[in-house]
């Protein structure tokens, strides 16, 4: 499992590689920066496998210590390609900085590191790289020159990329580059690693061949992050239709209480469309599920009007002082109690003419969006703990006069009844707020 491990930032610098190829197939702008960035994560997931421990370990028809020396020469070539992406876009760079100067230094370098290398009569022994004498010198001066040209890449990279994501606007570009920022701030931090390779030669004139669990942590961490930068603009639809999806779930399972309860009234509202009930499908059929349970909702609404009780009123009033909520849940706890004592008259028959001058609080003229997130607080107000079951009682309530065909309305000795006395003990905020049911 730990030899998987190792390879791990060679798959995220191959995930960038091949995002950046395909970004080149499709077309791009800035062809020649998507081209640097391409050859960046394919030669930095060479390099990665290569100067990953298991690959040290195989029998190769030359020296491990060339192997090493292969992967470091393959990582500077990889960091090559970054600062010609930002010159190819035209980012603001220092005047100094030009193409011709670039490959000048580069080739420098990927020259001087590998004769030094080689010139230091290093030898490998149990992943380790071992010299004596006067090849220490030399062997450090090879890894300060490997760190010295990857800060200078990394510098030249990171610094106009940084000064222009912070003049952009919010958007998937801006996250983009914060990304790709952090990821190059990390690489930097892997790069000043490497003194302490150039410490330990010093030292004891011996280093690791590979890349040990510091370095190879900090480099797993600057390739994902550059890979999610990089990516961060094909992703926004994917993110966009994750989160539809999400939402559309969670707004379809949480009218299930409101749906339920309508259903036990009219049971042929609800559409059989010779489909299993929607769980986990895609965003279009969550989508259309949700529309064709607001419609279903809506006829449940027209069955369960014939069965609203003269005193709904009164009763809504008795339920938002019996359970009081938030002013911005009023009118929906107020709407769920209505809905609770229909249903209760709906169990035990029409004991008295449905008062249809009582208009359900149903949103007209709005979306199917605003309209389900209505029934939504709806549904979730008719969850209350004890709501349903007061309603059914206070409905089941008989008259005083023992007159069985008519509901009481609450008397003046409870808290209840004094909400609901006389027109202006009625709430005049819901009366104000809700529309004709159509």
Same mark, same amino acid.
């Given at each position: 499992m730990s030899d998987l491990l190792a390879y791990l930032p060679a798959v995220a610098a191959l995930w960038l590689g091949c995002y950046e190829l395909r970004l080149l197939r499709d077309g791009s702008d800035s062809p020649y920066a998507v081209r640097c960035l391409?050859?960046?994560?394919?030669?930095?997931?060479?390099?990665?496998?290569?100067?990953?421990?298991?690959? *040290?370990?195989l029998e190769w028809p030359w020296s491990?210590?060339?192997?090493?020396?292969?992967?470091?020469?393959?990582?500077?070539?990889?960091l090559a390609f970054l600062p010609p992406?930002?010159?190819?876009?035209?980012?603001?760079?220092?005047?100094?900085?030009? &193409?011709?100067?670039? #490959?000048?230094?580069? =080739?420098?370098?990927? #020259?001087?590191?590998?004769?030094?290398?080689?010139?230091?009569?290093?030898?490998?022994?149990?992943?380790?790289?071992?010299?004596?004498?006067?090849?220490?010198?030399?062997?450090?001066?090879?890894?300060?020159?490997?760190?010295?040209?990857?800060?200078?890449?990394? +510098?030249?990279?990171? =610094?106009?990329?940084?000064?222009?994501?912070?003049?952009?606007?919010p958007g998937a570009l801006r996250t983009g580059l914060r990304l790709i920022t952090?990821?190059?701030?990390?690489?930097?931090?892997?790069a000043l690693w490497g003194v302490s390779a150039i410490v330990t030669v010093a030292v004891d004139h011996r280093q690791? &061949?590979?890349?040990?669990?510091?370095?190879?942590?900090?480099?797993?961490?600057?390739?994902?992050?550059?890979?999610?930068?990089?990516?961060?603009?094909?992703?926004?639809?994917?993110?966009?239709?994750?989160?539809?999806?999400?939402?559309?779930?969670?707004?379809?399972?949480?009218?299930? !209480?409101?749906w339920s309860a309508?259903?036990?009234?009219?049971?042929?509202?609800?559409?059989?469309?010779?489909?299993?009930?929607?769980r986990l499908f895609s965003l279009h059929r969550s989508e259309f599920a949700i529309y064709r349970r607001v419609i279903e909702i809506r006829d449940g609404y027209l069955e369960l009007r014939a069965f609203v009780p003269p005193d709904a009123r009164a009763l809504s009033e008795a339920a938002l002082d019996r359970f009081p909520v938030p002013p911005s849940g009023r009118a929906a706890m107020a709407e769920a109690a209505v809905i609770a004592a229909a249903l209760e008259s709906a169990r035990t028959g029409p004991v +008295?003419?449905?008062?249809?001058?009582?208009? *359900?609080?149903? !949103?007209?003229?709005?979306? =199917?969006?605003?309209?389900?997130?209505?029934?939504?607080?709806?549904?979730?107000?008719?969850?209350?703990?004890?709501?349903?079951?007061?309603?059914?009682?206070?409905?089941?309530? !008989?008259d005083p006069a023992g007159d069985a065909a008519s509901l009481r309305r609450p008397g003046p000795g409870r808290d209840e009844g004094r909400s609901g006395q006389g027109g202006g003990g009625r709430r005049q905020g819901r009366a104000e707020g809700q529309g004709r049911f159509r």
């Open positions: 391409c050859r960046f994560g394919f030669c930095m997931a060479a390099a990665m496998a290569l100067l990953a421990a298991p690959t *040290l370990h491990p210590r060339l192997t090493h020396l292969l992967g470091r020469e393959m990582e500077m070539a990889a992406a930002v010159i190819e876009i035209g980012l603001p760079r220092p005047r100094l900085l030009t &193409a011709r100067l670039h #490959v000048g230094v580069s =080739v420098s370098a990927l #020259v001087l590191c590998a004769v030094l290398f080689l010139s230091s009569g290093v030898r490998t022994r149990h992943g380790s790289l071992l010299v004596e004498g006067t090849g220490a010198p030399l062997l450090a001066s090879s890894d300060a020159v490997f760190t010295g040209y990857s800060l200078w890449c990394l +510098a030249v990279f990171l =610094v106009p990329v940084h000064r222009f994501a912070r003049g952009l606007g952090a990821s190059v701030a990390v690489g930097l931090v892997w690791s &061949a590979g890349l040990d669990q510091v370095g190879r942590m900090l480099g797993l961490c600057c390739l994902v992050l550059g890979f999610l930068g990089g990516t961060a603009g094909g992703r926004v639809a994917v993110t966009t239709a994750v989160g539809r999806w999400l939402r559309a779930y969670r707004t379809y399972r949480a009218l299930e !209480p409101l309508l259903r036990s009234v009219s049971p042929g509202a609800a559409l059989d469309l010779g489909r299993p009930p929607v +008295a003419p449905a008062d249809r001058d009582v208009a *359900l609080a149903y !949103p007209v003229g709005c979306s =199917v969006e605003e309209e389900a997130a209505w029934l939504v607080q709806v549904s979730e107000a008719l969850t209350v703990a004890g709501l349903v079951e007061h309603m059914r009682h206070r409905v089941a309530l !008989p």
